[in-house]
């Protein structure tokens, strides 16, 4: 009879969580806190820990990276987590926390079950098979520059830069025009 330990200070998502899984075979239990999982689990020796990301002051990744700390010090046996995500960009979090497996809200009894079961089983159960490894996402704000500007660094590139640096020249010599005629006024006065 497996033992779900659920941790979420959010009525409506143990409710969801509770009805996909409670049943004659299913236990699960709850904790409203990530302070409350490393004793719960010393109590209780779930199968299951689920943790909903956003939970109080010690929050989902916090709270697996302690249990994961835990497990690795031998003071607990090592079992499998599963984060509730709140989007697809959290996936980061689930696995720099060690996480097993995780969801993306909303969620539907579905794929609670079917993610739970994987993870019983000894399976890993990750939404976002699409999502590119954090590792090989490139920057947004950085500029790659073509290659002839490479190769000839002295030339500048056509287009916005060129005439960023022709307004550039214009001011410089209107500013220039300007100093010598109030030097020429000053030298008059």
Request: hydrophobic fraction near 40%.
């Amino acid at each position: 009879m497996p033992v779900v330990l659920l941790a979420t200070d959010a009525d409506q998502l143990h409710d969801e969580v509770d009805a996909a899984l409670g049943d004659e075979q299913t236990t699960v239990h709850r904790v409203h806190t990530g302070r409350e999982v490393i004793p719960a689990v010393k109590a209780l020796d779930p199968d299951l820990v689920i943790l909903d990301l956003q939970i109080g002051n010690m929050g989902g990744m916090a709270t697996c990276l302690s249990l994961r700390s835990e497990e690795g010090a031998g003071r607990l046996r090592r079992r499998p987590v599963m984060m509730l995500l709140d989007r697809i960009a959290d996936v980061f979090l689930a696995r720099r926390s060690d996480a097993d497996g995780w969801l993306v809200k909303p969620l539907d009894a579905i794929r609670i079950r079917h993610s739970t079961e994987a993870l019983l089983a000894g399976e890993e159960y990750r939404e976002g098979v699409g999502v590119v490894p954090t590792d090989e996402i490139e920057p947004m704000n950085v500029v790659v520059p073509e290659a002839a500007s490479v190769e000839n660094p002295a030339e500048p590139e056509s287009g916005m830069a060129s005439k960023l640096t022709e307004s550039a020249a214009e001011a410089d010599d209107s500013a220039d025009e300007k100093a010598e005629a109030d030097n020429a006024e000053a030298a008059e006065g």
